[in-house]
């Protein structure tokens, strides 16, 4: 399956390759497969997209996590929509994940894998601390999009702290489809 996977996906191998996801709006609709965990050790980095009311700066691909895991990533910034990934749009998919490190901001729309949600998250792990002196705050997902977003499988393992509503283990706002998922993490709120 990993031969069948690297010919129908972009690999990505490195933390160099990852950022490169979020260079331009063209990369941002690909599809993606970690080939294998990648340790940003420490170094401190900004979403890979960002959300805005016309939705055009959002992650509208796939990226398969292939079940490994981003290390050590630290995302600390005042803006809004903080996480792996900052937006998914509705035809993004992220899925296979798990997520090691640190988010915070003192803005809106904080979690540790997708901070915005229009798409689809699916099996994905957040262990990272997650904290926030706003709303809209999750382990996995801050805020999901009401008639779009979907949460399958995914699972909390980090401490979430939020300032305000919308805190929460798994997600911090949920408007729309949340199944079989769970949390095992501090939330404060």
Do not use: H, W
């Not at 699916?122 to 601390?129: D, I, M, P, Q, R």
């Amino acid at each position: 399956t990993v031969e069948l996977a690297v010919k129908t996906y972009i690999p990505v191998r490195t933390a160099a390759d990852f950022l490169a996801i979020g260079a331009n709006n063209a990369a941002m609709a690909k599809k993606y497969m970690l080939m294998n965990d990648i340790d940003f050790e420490g170094a401190t980095v900004n979403a890979l997209s960002s959300y805005d009311s016309r939705n055009t700066q959002s992650f509208n691909g796939v990226f398969d996590g292939n079940n490994c895991s981003i290390r050590g990533l630290v995302i600390n910034n005042n803006t809004q929509s903080s996480g792996v990934f900052g937006a998914v749009g509705e035809k993004g998919v992220i899925k296979n994940l798990s997520v090691y490190g640190s988010v915070s901001s003192t803005s809106t729309y904080v979690a540790g894998v997708v901070a915005y949600n229009q798409g689809t998250v699916e099996n994905c792990t957040n262990y990272a601390t997650v904290s926030a002196d706003s709303y809209f705050v999750g382990g996995v997902v801050a805020y999901n999009e009401k008639n779009v977003g979907k949460i399958f499988e995914c699972v909390n393992y980090g401490t979430v702290t939020g300032k305000s509503d919308g805190t929460g283990g798994v997600v911090g706002c949920n408007k729309f489809n949340l199944s079989g998922c769970v949390n095992y993490g501090s939330v404060n709120g």
